[in-house]
């Protein structure tokens, strides 16, 4: 396992921000993609934003021009800066990261998860 610690969730109001952080530990031989996936209360889980290694992102249509996802390489280190937040993006946000270890073949690693409450 590739331990995927995430932290920055939280309650915040309409129209403010929040960046979340995911930090993959351990070693890693190639990180080739990390992204983030989001699960509404009652509804399934989304692609939210995912960089690969070339550097190309993807958003799901509702974050963009909102959410930008950005990766340090040397910290195995992915993040989320979320702004104009709306009450639609209330969600459990999972990190998601597609690597390969020493010894080990390609594989997609899942974080806990965290808590983003957008509410006035």
């Known amino acids: 396992q590739v331990p995927l610690a995430e932290s920055g969730g939280g309650l915040v109001q309409p129209g403010e921000s929040l960046r979340l952080s995911c930090k993959a530990s351990?070693?890693?031989?190639?990180?080739?993609?990390m992204g983030w996936f989001r699960q509404p209360p009652g509804k399934q889980r989304e692609l939210v934003a995912r960089?690969?290694?070339?550097?190309?992102?993807d958003y799901v249509d509702s974050v963009k021009g909102r959410f930008t996802i950005s990766v340090d390489y040397a910290k195995t280190t992915v993040y989320l800066q979320m702004n104009s937040l709306k009450p639609e993006d209330t969600a459990v946000y999972y990190c998601?990261?597609?690597?390969?270890?020493?010894?080990?073949?390609?594989?997609?690693?899942w974080g806990q998860g965290t808590q983003v409450t957008v509410s006035s």
């Open positions: 998601n990261a597609d690597l390969q270890r020493p010894g080990t073949i390609r594989a997609q690693f």
């Open positions: 351990g070693s890693i031989v190639r990180i080739y993609s």
């Open positions: 960089i690969v290694s070339g550097g190309s992102t």
